[in-house]
């Protein structure tokens, strides 16, 4: 077994597997053909065949990944009584866990896809992160900009502020604000949090339209959100300026 750590890029399974997740929830994926992804930052995910870009199921880095092989008497819920090959169990940080038991592997590649250059922002976006830059007090009284596209090992953060306290501040900017981007800042959090130079660091993720879902997730992540009104950040908040 490649474990995360060791590989070079993200690993592609096609395997016959049931699926078991437990932490806040329950859930269940009975024996069937599916694709399992790991990457290089520990993220396991599994997809069928029937959806876009959502997983069935997945967990999210920090995350371990450890396999053993099942006991001899284990059958799982294979409809053919065939025995496990493997038994992957993945642990979250809050102690979630998601077990893979595996009763065929079909296909199992590995591909470096090498460095990312990232996603280029949208002109909105991209002038929504300037405006912000340079009006930082709409976040606070008291705060100010250290710098736009702070550096850090997995990606650059949009803005690092410091508030009124002189705490660090990430914040992640989007137009649309989705699950994606509050993972997103979570990460980019959890990582400086490990810098004493800059912890204790706080997450406020800022778009013109934060949908509930990226909401209840950010709230739990222990983020902040700010709904930024663009129009009214460029100075044009009258109502007879604008289109719509």
């Not at 979570?186 to 778009?207: C, I, K």
């Amino acid at each position: 077994m490649r474990h995360a750590a060791n590989l070079t890029g993200v690993r592609v399974v096609i395997a016959r597997c049931e699926v078991d997740y437990a932490g806040r929830l329950t859930a269940h994926l009975p024996m069937a053909p599916r694709l399992i992804m790991v990457k290089k930052d520990g993220a396991v995910s599994v997809h069928a065949d029937d959806r876009a870009y959502k997983p069935l199921n997945w967990m999210s880095p920090p995350c371990t990944l450890s396999v053993t092989a099942p006991a001899p008497s284990q059958p799982g819920e294979d409809p053919a009584g065939a025995p496990l090959e493997e038994l992957w169990l993945v642990k979250g940080r809050d102690g979630e866990t998601l077990k893979i038991a595996i009763a065929e592997i079909l296909d199992d590649h590995e591909y470096d896809l090498g460095v990312d250059p990232g996603l280029e922002k949208d002109g909105v976006e991209a002038h929504l992160q300037a405006l912000l830059a340079e009006n930082p007090g709409v976040f606070g009284t008291g705060y100010r900009l250290v710098t736009r596209e702070y550096r850090t090992p997995i990606g650059p953060v949009d803005l690092l502020l410091r508030d009124g306290d002189g705490g660090y501040v990430a914040v992640e900017v989007k137009r649309r604000g989705e699950i994606d981007g509050v993972e997103q800042l979570t990460r980019y959090v959890e990582l400086m949090n490990r810098d004493p130079q800059l912890s204790p660091v706080s997450g406020v993720f800022a778009a013109q339209l934060i949908k509930p879902q990226a909401a209840v997730l950010a709230r739990d992540r222990g983020l902040s959100c700010l709904t930024v009104d663009y129009d009214a950040l460029r100075g044009m908040d009258n109502a007879e300026d604008r289109l719509f």
